[in-house]
Structure formats: structure tokens, C-alpha cells
């Protein structure tokens, strides 16, 4: 059963950045698209940034975060970062990692076709 891990959330104030890492149980960045979630407290959940699978990978962001986050991997350590810069009180959410096999070269920031979740990782911007 493969396996996604979250870690790195915290508590931070605004304009500062945290790392978000995603460690998966196997070697499937080769294989799989990754995406990074978040739902905030009352809200529904909300697409972040997602990687393709492949080793010259592309990457999307929604328009919140574009420009602040930074999504990356590192496929020998099969982990997924999300770089936060900027961080503002609305960023603050849980935030998980998700995967689904890559049927193309694109991937999607729509909830419905990732099938692998990691638990979340908690992210508060506050000062």
C-alpha cells in the first residue's frame, strides 16, 4: 500500500516561510503526479500546487500562492517539498500531499482524481 507522509507545518508569522515535505513509501515520482492541498477551517479544499511524474517535470500553482510557493522533489529521496514564502494569515490551513497515477503529461489541481492522501500537516499564520 503505498504511503504518503506530511511534515514541516508549524506556527509562523506572517511574511515568513515554512518547507512542507512529502515522503512517499516507494519510488513512485516516476510514476505519479503530486499535489499539494490545503483546507482551512469552514472551507472547502483547496488546490495548491502539483508536479508531474516525469524527470523534466512541469509544475501548476493556483493563483494564491503563485509567485510565494515553490513546488519541488527530490525523486532519490521520493520527497515532495512545497517551499512557502510570504506566508499571510489566509494560507493558514491543513495542508496534504496527494497522488494519483499519471494517465498524461499535465497534472491537475482537482481533488477528484487524486487517489493516495497523506494525514496533513497543519500550518497556522498568526503573529
Known amino acids: 500500500q503505498l504511503q504518503l507522509v506530511e511534515s514541516g507545518g508549524g506556527l509562523v508569522q506572517p511574511g515568513g516561510s515554512l518547507r512542507l515535505s512529502c515522503a512517499a513509501s516507494?519510488?513512485?515520482?516516476?510514476?505519479?503526479?503530486i499535489g499539494w492541498f490545503r483546507q482551512a477551517p469552514g472551507k472547502e479544499r483547496e488546490g495548491v500546487s502539483c508536479i508531474t511524474s516525469r524527470s523534466l517535470s512541469s509544475t501548476y500553482y493556483s493563483d494564491s500562492v503563485k509567485g510565494r510557493f515553490t513546488i519541488s522533489k527530490d525523486n532519490a529521496k521520493n520527497t515532495v517539498y512545497l517551499q512557502m514564502n510570504s506566508l499571510l494569515p489566509e494560507d493558514t490551513a491543513v495542508y496534504y500531499c496527494a497522488a494519483y497515477l499519471a494517465p498524461s503529461r499535465s497534472c491537475v489541481l482537482r481533488s477528484e482524481n487524486y487517489d493516495i492522501w497523506g494525514q496533513g500537516t497543519r500550518v497556522t499564520v498568526s503573529s
Open positions: 516507494g519510488s513512485i515520482l516516476n510514476f505519479y503526479h
